[in-house]
């Protein structure tokens, strides 16, 4: 279990790196929706655990060889089972941000409420597509927040704060988010944030994660409008300022800022070139899944693999008839392994064995 925890933060912290160094030329090649989707990476590699096993024929191992004579010697390895205060150690500090997460979670839905009779038929007036029971009220708004029914928060100034385009392109934007479900995402972000609060390039990767997302979003609601780009640009600069909560999906993020106006700026991709990049991420993502669970095979067998000091422990015990009868030699075994790593049949080879001792070729067999 050790070794599977260990192989899989290291997967992971492989897959986060890869993702943080290629999502800027990923960006600028095939457009801000192709590079959010490189963040399935993490995800699939940490689920690779819970994934079907590939087909034993699918996969082919290299062969073993054994130097006669030469005793496996190993450092003894400390498994996190004898660290305890280690464990401990994580799982106080998940605790902590995963009773972080929540509180805050609670305290915004506490705060909110309902929209105004007046407000809402403006709002729906302006913009029929608006379902009303997911309008709420809060000062962290204009977000999304995540619940089994998504909301979109708006601060109690909505109306005065932005002009009617302005609250045009704030709403596309939002329910953008909404379609998307980049809310749940959202959610997934924090909660693995809060499983891994001790990894560094989680808290590197998290606001980036975040970046990423707000760009994907921009980037949909201007293809389907892209007259509306200096008026968007607009509406971004007029809402700096705003001061948005964490756990949240805010409209702005004052960090993100330069990113976003640069974006709209730039020429986008077409939409072929974005298939392009989509296709091509999805097959890479599959292979480098594909190698991985390979690369890794069933659980038992890393286990075993992992633990240095597992074949020191099973040398074979020198048999006391053979000690008795000064009975010595090299005993040759050809073993039958099957693809799922169990043991089948157990020959002794006589040709290439210097000894006849049944009590040495029974101990080396038990062995």
């Known amino acids: 279990m050790d070794a599977t925890i260990l192989r899989a933060l290291l997967l992971i912290t492989l897959a986060i790196a890869l993702v943080l160094l290629t999502r800027r030329p990923v960006r600028r090649g095939f457009g801000a929706g192709p590079a959010f989707t490189l963040w399935l990476l993490p995800l699939l590699v940490a689920a690779l655990p819970w994934l079907p096993t590939l087909p034993p024929h699918w996969a082919v191992l290299p062969a073993i060889h054994v130097l006669p004579g030469a005793s496996p010697t190993a450092s003894p390895i400390r498994s996190i089972a004898s660290v305890p205060w280690l464990g401990l150690a994580w799982l106080v500090g998940a605790l902590l941000c995963l009773s972080r997460l929540l509180t805050h979670y ?3 839905r506490r705060q909110s409420c309902h929209l105004p009779g007046p407000m809402t038929e403006s709002l729906l007036h302006e913009m029929d597509t ?4 997911r309008l709420r ?10 619940a089994p029914r998504s909301l979109l928060l708006l601060p109690p100034d909505f109306m ?3 002009d009617a385009t302005e609250r045009g ?24 944030g809060a499983l891994l609060w001790f990894h560094p390039l989680m808290w ?5 994660f975040r970046l990423d997302q707000e760009l994907a979003c921009d980037e949909r609601v201007l293809r389907h409008s892209p007259q509306d780009e200096a008026g968007y640009a607009q509406t971004l600069l007029h809402s700096a300022g705003m001061s948005p909560a964490p756990a949240l999906i805010p409209w702005l993020a004052e960090p993100q800022l330069k990113e976003r106006l640069t974006m709209i700026q730039r020429h986008r991709p077409g939409a072929l070139r974005r298939r392009i990049g989509c296709l091509a991420l999805a097959t890479l993502m599959a292979g480098g899944v594909f190698v991985a669970q390979a ?20 040398q074979p015990r020198y048999p006391a008839p053979a000690i008795k009868n000064n009975e010595q030699g090299m005993v040759l075994l050809t073993v039958q392994v099957h693809a799922d790593g169990t043991v089948g049949t157990i020959a002794y080879d006589p040709k290439h064995s210097t000894t006849t001792s049944a009590d040495l070729i029974a101990a080396a067999s038990d062995a």
């Not at 009220?137 to 995540?146: D, F």
């Not at 709403?171 to 909660?191: I, M, Q, V, Y």
């Not at 690369?295 to 099973?314: H, I, V």
């Open 169 to 192: 392109l704030v709403l596309r934007h939002e329910l953008t988010h909404l379609r998307r479900g980049d809310a749940l995402w959202n959610l997934l972000a924090e909660l693995a």
């Open 160 to 162: 005065q704060r932005f």
């Open 204 to 208: 590197l990767a998290l606001p980036r």
């Open 137 to 146: 009220l809060h000062p962290a708004g204009p977000a999304v927040l995540w």
């Open 130 to 133: 608006l379902d009303p029971r």
């Open 106 to 108: 609670l305290r915004l």
């Open 295 to 314: 690369s890794t095979g069933p659980s038992s067998d890393r286990q075993a693999e992992s633990d240095l000091t597992y074949n020191a422990k099973l």
